[in-house]
């Protein structure tokens, strides 16, 4: 019996409008994205800043256009505040997100972030001591012990210009987090934190409860090191695209998942600018890539089965 690849194909908002550089995309309204975002195949979106942020509201947006609400980035502080003053600011989103069916929570990092600021990335913040590493674990495993009793997975996002950037970062967390957080895997984001795509999956796939299904184009993320650029210098030179138009082998990625029983969403994410990668074609370039390699993946369990 070949056991069915149990994935759903999502897309993030950010294909239209980018919430960081409001200059791209900002214009084009949510109806846009989400009509566009269902012609193509996709099945959910994640938020953006142009959703409703009630849940009723949210869900009649959403269930016109025939979607589900996959997750929602949140904007955490573990790294200043205490577990408590992180349980009472997420209140609102996580009552959101369970309101409306998703079952993981986008957990990226921005306390002392440069991801937003027009900073050179080597000047993101770290960890050095073993004891910062541990205190920002432990109220990591205490907050996603919360939000996992109520019905959500905290999906941690390494992220660039964070604490947790590099391949490094990301094994150092998962050794020291307990279970109940699970780990967001962003093929793009490793790949340009400077990892190998595969290997970092292969390790950590166990813990992988949500994909984030970015490609990368090498030239440009050598540049953005060797010129010392910022996050968004990077992005709005187009470090990053949509599957099947950069360099990594998203048919191994899918292969890994499949061969570890991974079942979530597969979210496409691939900031750009609007005007140089139009958003409905790069949309339906990338859900084509995916669906494709998504039915081969499949396929070839079938025939190494027979």
């Known amino acids: 019996m070949v056991q069915p690849f149990n994935v759903k194909i999502g897309i993030n908002p950010i294909s239209w409008s980018n919430d960081d550089l409001p200059s791209l995309g900002g ?18 979106f994640e938020l953006g800043n142009k959703f409703p942020r009630e849940s009723t509201a949210l869900r009649e947006i959403l269930a016109r256009h025939g979607l589900e609400l996959v997750s929602g980035w949140y904007s955490g502080r573990l790294a200043q505040r205490s577990v408590p003053e992180e349980i009472e600011a997420v209140g609102s989103h996580l009552r959101l997100l369970a309101d409306n069916g998703a079952k993981v929570m986008v957990y990226g990092e921005v306390a002392d972030s440069i991801q937003g600021s027009q900073v050179p990335l080597y000047k993101r913040p770290r960890f050095f001591r073993d004891e910062q590493w541990q205190a920002y674990a432990d109220k990591l495993t205490a907050f996603a012990r919360y939000t996992l009793a109520r019905g959500v997975r905290l999906a941690y996002h390494h992220h660039m210009g964070a604490y947790v950037e590099t391949p490094a970062d990301v094994d150092e967390l998962m050794a020291r987090v307990g279970h ?19 290997a970092m999956l292969a ?12 490609d990368v184009r090498p030239q440009v993320i050598k540049l953005a090191r060797n010129r010392n650029w910022s996050f968004l210098q ?22 890994l998942l499949y061969h570890n029983g991974y079942q979530g969403w597969l979210v496409l994410e691939a900031e750009q600018d609007p005007v140089v990668a139009p958003s409905y074609e790069f949309a339906e370039k990338g859900y084509r890539h995916l669906r494709g390699l998504v039915d081969s ?6 025939v190494e089965t027979h």
């Open 27 to 44: 214009e084009t309204p949510l109806e846009v994205a989400l009509s566009e975002g269902k012609a193509t195949g996709y099945q959910g």
């Open 234 to 255: 990077a992005v709005i030179n187009g470090a990053f695209t949509v599957p099947g138009d950069g360099a990594l082998d998203f048919k191994a990625l899918l292969e």
């Open 203 to 214: 390790k950590h796939v166990k813990r992988v409860c949500h994909v984030h299904c970015k």
């Open 297 to 302: 993946v499949q396929r070839d369990a079938k």
């Open 180 to 198: 109940e957080v699970g780990l967001l895997f962003d093929s793009g984001h490793i790949s340009f934190g400077g990892g190998d795509a595969l």
